[in-house]
């Protein structure tokens, strides 16, 4: 991006200071400040910022919110410091603002990038309205680990699906234009690597190949750049030995120079700092020095920059052109979206006093939490329920809990809107008093009398709703598992209950996939209701009665057993896979076969959906050209429901090992019950590609299985050829 010469000019005059504070992000204790997200650091008091902001020292804010303190912020940078350069005001904004979404994770079953798309932008209204410019959001984490806590922030476990909610939720935060009062900038995380750290445990060493550093983790970056975002952030990881936040070949190299980024990156929280306890650096100015030249613009917190750039560059070890490229890169992102000439848009009292939240959002809150439902198991049609006429115990630690309703990563949430599960079936049934509400444990611990309260409502019922699973702390930033269970006290429970006969429907609250076990694993029906935010019980009403039909798929692999991490649906075949006609020496665990328990894409209907055979346009497809490959479905049962139908290639022979299944697009059809369509996709050369062996990306000549099923592991291959140039 290329500045104006008034931008150019106003460089000219700044102080090597006044540019360092351009560098510089801080927490926004000017107005009332989130919650305590991160560890303490550099604080700073509200007279402190103060009087930095009109010294022309600070170039953005952080999690601080309300439009009349930001107003006055903005009015000391604009109209006290020497040269008025507006401030950038940001927050972790990462599914929903004052409406809570989805986790993204939970968003991502959808399968719908559309939905994605729009609940982005609503938070980017509320969050405008509430006197911010900037996310840092969304994050783009492939993660195949799900001992990982931060699983629940990203889209799951597949590059294509991530690639495409990357881009939808860019384009929603930021709208179709950059200067008006809504437009969001989104800043897409965590660049790069981050979700396969080692053992699934945060902050970790990540050892990884450039093959799959290129084809799985880098791509949603791609297509979130493609998308318009103008600022990344680094992660907090090494690569191989690098630390993210101070990788040369990644922020200059690949992400300037191949990428032609133009944009700034942003370190995150104390990031750079953070490079002496990696030991990478000997102390917080080489730190400083190897941050900034990486291609870190922007240092979040740490105060390094401010404490050490100006020495760097009057010591000749950080030259003053690299100096004023990084103030460019971030003018320009102010320049974008409109500060120099609109300091004040998206600060405006009167717009945060008018937002109405519930009557902006409530029915896309609804909406969003219906579609990213999935039901994994529903024997003998067990669901839908009545609402009338059946006796229902809804039991466990989330039935009335509203602590755990918004998931992870949400500063902002209004808890008023909430609707907690009790509520929301309380006001679905026809008959209320249908309803017994028990706890029947804690989350963590056991409840004095707490089982037996729980067994006689089983009883007593037709049918139990099962309300278990994590709380919401156990997902999220440095909230890493080893056994990824349901809380012993909890599982206590579900044995319990189900040792009456009464059928069982779990209803799981999760930020991650989990291991099943037991009476969990076996119950009659299993819902994945992750974290669903602001319309938690009303969706989940809505499914468990039939008034939506589940359409959610699994965006991630559910394991048979947590000893399974990594376990992902994408993985290389070996020299000895586990097939029926192999005996004894073949890759499985001695335990258990080596498959999830519910695989990638999988996720039921209250309607049934049959699949036609694959066709072929030819059994060749051209260097250059297209292949068509359609097959039709039919819904065979009596309800109108929603299929996610999913093409999936197999490269048979490559110069390097490829993954068993790769997924290469996926529609969502809806049909009427008996109504049949037929679903077509298109292959061409580019979506075959890989990172060859010599280094290249491209693909190969050779044989390819095709499918088009419900889920990774259904449905029967056909095979084409791509024919060489």
Known sequence: ???????????????????VGQLGIFADMLRPFAADVNPEMNELNAGELRERIRAGHVGAVFNGVGAAQGREAQRIAVEESRLGIPLLMGADVIHGMRTVFPIPLGEAASFEPELARRTARAAAIEATACGLHWTFAPTLDIARDQRWGRVA???????VLANAFAAARVRGFQGDDLTADDALLASPKHFVGYGAVMGGLDYNSVEISEGTLRDVHLPPFKA????????????????????????????????????????????????????????????????TKLAFTAGVDMSMQSGLYAAHLPDLVASGEVSMATLDEGVRRVFAVKQAIGLFDNPYRSLDPEAEAALDPQALHGALAREAAQRSIVLLKNDGDLLPLKKAGQKIAL???????????????????????????????????????????????????????GLDAAVAAARDADVVLLAIGEPQNYSGEAQSRTQIVIP???????????????????????GRALALHGAVRDAQAILATWFLGTATGPAIADVLFGDYNPSARLPVSFPRDSGQQPLYYNRQRTGRPELPEMSEFKSRWREMPHSPLYPFGHGLSYTRFEYGPVQLSADTLDWDGTLTVSATLRNTGDRAGEEVVQLYIHDRVASRVRPI????????????????????????????????????????????????APNCEAGEAVQFSLRGA
């Open 1 to 19: 991006m290329r500045l104006d010469d008034r931008l150019e000019a106003l460089l000219a005059r700044m102080t090597v200071e006044e540019k």
């Open 153 to 159: 922030e990203a889209a799951g476990e597949d590059v």
């Open 224 to 287: 979130a750049i493609d998308a318009g975002a103008l600022t990344v952030m680094s992660a907090f990881n090494d690569i191989n030995g690098v630390p993210a936040s101070a990788h040369d070949g990644l922020l200059t190299d690949l992400l300037r120079g191949e990428w032609t980024f133009g944009g700034f990156v942003v370190s995150d929280y104390t990031a750079d700092f953070e490079l002496v306890a990696h030991g990478f650096a000997a102390d917080d100015r080489e730190a």
């Open 395 to 449: 039991i466990g630690p989330y039935a009335r809990d509203r602590d755990n309703i918004e998931g992870c990563w949400t500063l902002f949430g209004d808890k008023r809107l909430h609707v907690n599960l009790e509520d929301g079936l309380r006001a679905a049934l026809d008959d209320g008093d249908a309803l017994t509400v028990v706890d029947g444990s804690g989350m963590e611990d056991a409840l004095d009398g």
């Open 488 to 510: 012993p006290a909890q599982q206590a429970l579900a044995e319990a209950v189900a040792a009456t006969g009464t059928p069982v429907v779990v209803l799981l609250r999760h």
């Open 661 to 708: 299944r790769e997924l290469k697009a996926f529609r969502k059809v809806a049909l009427a019950p008996g109504e049949e369509t037929t679903v077509t996709f298109e292959l061409q050369r580019d979506q075959l590609a890989f990172t060859t062996r010599s280094g290249a990306f491209a693909a190969e000549p050779g044989l390819f299985d095709v499918w088009i």
